[in-house]
């Protein structure tokens, strides 16, 4: 994709990317200010309790627009390892997913975190088990629950695969930081897409090479 088809489709998901991550960078950097001047004005203690509010808030605005942006991403990767055409609206069109997306996302990370809280293997194993989720939730319709149900299905003796997947998109992930940065927005759609290529092989569907 990032070689044959890249204008057409990675650039509509670095624009998403863009969109998932700089509000919260914003966001976090007027907190910050606000923060330093709060410390100025008013007690120790308030301060600190106001810090953790801000950090809380930010989060959360943070949170709600990656679950918004993850459906539309799930779903331009999904028309594009199927040689469907993309459009910068594919990208955010992730407001008929939030809930379902929303609801999934929750489960996950609790699941994990009481994984990984458990000597962090287990962690390790539900998260690749469950990771598949926001493609059950744009692919098949699916509920946030149902959705987390099939991921895990889907993935029944393929979490080896999986990993491995994932250690190489690490280690690719390095390399796009190490190019001062900027190669990171190239790595991401690549996982995505990558997700959700593997998402649609699970499912028996045979793909062809993007052209």
């Not at 969109?19 to 923060?35: C, K, Y």
């Not at 609801?103 to 990370?109: N, T, Y």
């Not at 900027?182 to 995505?192: C, F, H, K, N, Q």
Request: net charge neutral.
């Amino acid at each position: 994709m990032v070689t044959k088809r890249f204008v057409p489709v990675i650039v509509p998901m670095i624009v998403g990317f863009l969109v998932m991550i700089i509000p919260s960078f914003i966001i976090g950097l007027v907190f910050g200010a606000v923060s330093a001047i709060i410390q100025d004005v008013l007690d120790e203690s308030v301060a600190v309790a106001a810090q953790m509010g801000f950090n809380i808030i930010a989060n959360l605005i943070g949170y709600v627009i990656q679950m918004f942006i993850l459906g539309g991403m799930a779903a331009t990767a999904l028309k594009a390892i199927r040689g469907q055409p993309v459009s910068y609206g594919d990208v955010f069109s992730g407001g008929r997913y939030f809930g379902a997306m929303l609801v999934a996302s929750i489960l996950v990370g609790l699941a994990t975190f009481i994984g990984f809280l458990l000597c962090i293997v287990p962690g390790v194993i539900l998260a690749l088990g469950l990771g598949l989720y926001s493609y059950a939730v744009v692919d098949e319709g699916l509920s946030g629950v149902d959705a987390v149900k099939r991921s895990w299905e889907l993935t029944q003796g393929h979490k080896l695969n999986i990993f491995l997947f994932g250690l190489i998109g690490i280690l690719v992930a390095i390399a796009g930081f190490l190019a001062c940065g900027v190669g990171i927005l190239v790595v991401a759609p690549m996982a995505i897409i990558g997700q959700a290529y593997i998402f649609a092989r699970l499912k028996g569907e045979q793909l062809t090479t993007p052209t």
